[in-house]
Each structure stands twice: as C-alpha cells, then as structure tokens.
Nanobody, 126 residues
Framework: QVQLVETGGGLVQAGGSLRLSCVDSGRTFEGYAMGWFRQTLGKEREFVAAISWSGGSTKYADSVKGRFAISRNNAKNTLYLQMNSLKPDDAAIYYC???????????????????WGQGTQVTVSS
C-alpha cells in the first residue's frame, strides 16, 4: 500500500524558494508516474507537475513552467518539487500523488492518481 508523506512546506517571501519532498513509505513507487497538485480553500485541486517513472519525462502547468522543477529518486522512494521565484498566487496546500496505473503518456488529471499524501502548506508573503 502506498503511503505518501510530504514535507518541506512553510512560509517564504515572494521571490524565495522552497523544496518539497514526498516519501513513499508503503511500497516502492518505481514503475508509476508521480505528480504534485495544489489546492486553496474553495477551489478545485490544481495540477502542478508530473514526472514519469523513469524521471525522463516531465509535465508542468503553464503557471509554474520555468520556476518549478519536479524530480524523483527511486532508490530513496522520494519525489521532489523545487519551487523558485515563488509568488503569492503559489500559496496553497501541496499534495503529492502516485498514478493509478502505468500510462502511455504522463498523467495530469487528479482522477489519474490513486494515492495521495496528506498535503503540506506553502505560504508566500508579498
């Protein structure tokens, strides 16, 4: 069973950086794409970034392209999200997720992901 735990959230000034981590303590997630999503109060969960199981392919939301970088270390069962040039609009609860199955292309819809972490809060002050 996949058990995902995110860490690394916190308070940062606009323009600053944070790195989120997500550890799968339940089973290895090698073989499955992984993703990051975010959600603010009253809004739907929003896709941020996803990465193939090999790490060779990535996909980003337009709003974070060029600022965020997703990566993974399968030997450590860990997923990362490096967030640079943070803006107040980036403030949200960030969730990592594991894909439901092996997809031909990188999944990006919330329904494509079957396991979720509990989330980590990112706050960006202006």
């Amino acid at each position: 069973q996949v058990q995902l735990v995110e860490t690394g959230g916190g308070l940062v000034q606009a323009g600053g950086s944070l790195r989120l981590s997500c550890v799968d303590s339940g089973r290895t997630f090698e073989g499955y794409a992984m993703g990051w999503f975010r959600q603010t109060l009253g809004k739907e969960r929003e896709f941020v970034a996803a990465i193939s199981w090999s790490g060779g392919s990535t996909k980003y939301a337009d709003s974070v392209k060029g600022r965020f970088a997703i990566s993974r270390n399968n030997a450590k069962n860990t997923l990362y999200l490096q967030m640079n040039s943070l803006k107040p609009d980036d403030a949200a609860i960030y969730y990592c997720a594991a894909a439901r199955s092996i997809y031909y292309s990188i999944p990006y819809r919330p329904d494509d992901f079957g396991s979720w972490g509990q989330g980590t809060q990112v706050t960006v002050s202006s």
